[in-house]
């Protein structure tokens, strides 16, 4: 078979080439710029296109939050809305940090629920007849039935804080 390029370059019997087949110094080099150049601008053009997806990412992500907030505004009047933007007033702002406020002390008040005294007496007492009456404990069931009811009486008060 006959190969111009290898003919030209190559003896025949052994295959090897007689002439370098890299380029000179300053070819390569001025190839290797030329490539580096090109890598460069796509990085560039890459970068900026990165750039604009976040923008674009950025933008659409906070007129979703302002849609967001504007809902959570409620219903209010259109001068209002005109005024202050779309975000609540400070009036409705200050009504909301009072209804947390309540909230934070009915919860409060329900965690101190089981610290009732009667409730604690009651407890005392069935444990104390049952440290008395360790081979009849069904005669303590006075002191349970009144423990019983004094749980009672705190579920009950509990229930009613959670309808407040």
């Known amino acids: 078979m006959y190969h111009p390029v290898l003919t030209r370059c190559c003896e025949p019997s052994r295959r090897q080439c007689r002439y370098p087949r890299s380029l000179p110094p300053e070819r390569q080099a001025t190839i290797d710029a030329q490539i580096r150049s090109r890598i460069q601008s796509e990085l560039d ?55 947390v406020r309540q909230k934070i002390e009915r919860f409060q008040t329900r965690r101190a629920l089981s610290e009732f005294p009667e409730v604690q007496a009651a407890s005392e007492a069935v444990m104390k007849c049952y440290k008395s009456n360790p081979t009849t404990t069904l005669d303590c069931w006075q002191e349970v039935a009144e423990f019983k009811s004094s749980v009672g009486r705190v579920e009950q008060h509990y229930i009613n804080s959670l309808r407040a």
């Open 45 to 99: 053009r890459l970068r900026q296109e990165e750039d604009q997806v976040r923008q674009e990412i950025e933008h659409a992500l906070e007129k979703e939050n302002l849609d967001r907030e504007r809902a959570m505004a409620g219903e209010e009047s259109e001068s209002e809305e005109e005024a202050a933007g779309g975000v609540k007033s400070s009036a409705a702002l200050m009504g909301d940090l009072e209804d």
